[in-house]
T-cell receptor, first 111, second 112 residues
Framework: DAKTTQPTSMDCAEGRAANLPCNHSTISGNEYVYWYRQIHSQGPQYIIHGLKNNETNEMASLIITEDRKSSTLILPHATLRDTAVYYCIVRAIYNTDKLIFGTGTRLQVFP | DSGVTQTPKHLITATGQRVTLRCSPRSGDLSVYWYQQSLDQGLQFLIQYYNGEERAKGNILERFSAQQFPDLHSELNLSSLELGDSALYFC???????????FGPGTRLTVL
């Protein structure tokens, strides 16, 4: 599975969009991009995943660049409850076992 | 609520002891995963079971073992506990390995 690079921390004002970048320059064609978050020692929570097209669900949007070397998770209207560590994970389509968590981005949403 | 349950929520024990952590996956999920999260190591994959069979192993110590029962619940057994085993232990489940994993609330283990 390809390695990912994320900023260590980010701040965002409540009500504004939070844009969390992830670099995965060595991603291969059969690898998905997954996003999870962990709110203060709770179990990680699945957010969204995508292969090459942009994806949107009730929680967030995932924008993947055309060359697939980077992506951005967008929380359109951040709330204080979105304060968490966000993990970008690249995982092969055929890989059915572990998720490899890096250090993630600590997002702090402030009032 | 992910639908994955873990018991107990907290566990405090002494070095050298043995404990069992329990996980009930979401209804219908065949895959169960165990992860360990300590302050200095982050989230680390331990082991995966699929429909009762061991599927993949990660950085799991020989003192640790797991199993998945016919009703698909899983147990993680930790023995000869050391101070460094103090951590959060998470269980996750998925419908099959190809889909997203849903995590339980975790068991916080403290070894004194």
């Amino acid at each position: 599975d390809a390695k990912t690079t994320q900023p260590t921390s980010m701040d965002c004002a409540e009500g504004r969009a939070a844009n969390l970048p992830c670099n995965h320059s060595t991603i291969s064609g059969n690898e998905y991009v997954y996003w999870y978050r962990q709110i203060h020692s709770q179990g990680p929570q699945y957010i969204i995943h995508g292969l090459k097209n942009n994806e949107t669900n009730e929680m967030a949007s995932l924008i993947i660049t055309e060359d697939r070397k980077s992506s951005t998770l967008i929380l359109p209207h951040a709330t204080l409850r979105d304060t968490a560590v966000y993990y970008c994970i690249v995982r092969a389509i055929y890989n059915t076992d572990k998720l490899i968590f890096g250090t993630g981005t600590r997002l702090q949403v402030f009032p | 609520d992910s639908g994955v349950t873990q018991t107990p929520k907290h566990l405090i024990t002494a070095t050298g002891q043995r404990v069992t952590l329990r996980c009930s996956p979401r209804s219908g999920d065949l895959s169960v995963y165990w992860y360990q999260q300590s302050l200095d190591q982050g989230l680390q994959f331990l082991i995966q079971y699929y429909n009762g069979e061991e599927r993949a192993k990660g950085n799991i110590l020989e003192r640790f073992s797991a199993q998945q029962f016919p009703d698909l619940h899983s147990e993680l057994n930790l023995s000869s506990l050391e101070l460094g085993d103090s951590a959060l232990y998470f269980c996750a489940s998925s419908a099959s390995g190809y889909y997203e994993q849903f995590f339980g609330p975790g068991t916080r283990l403290t070894v004194l």
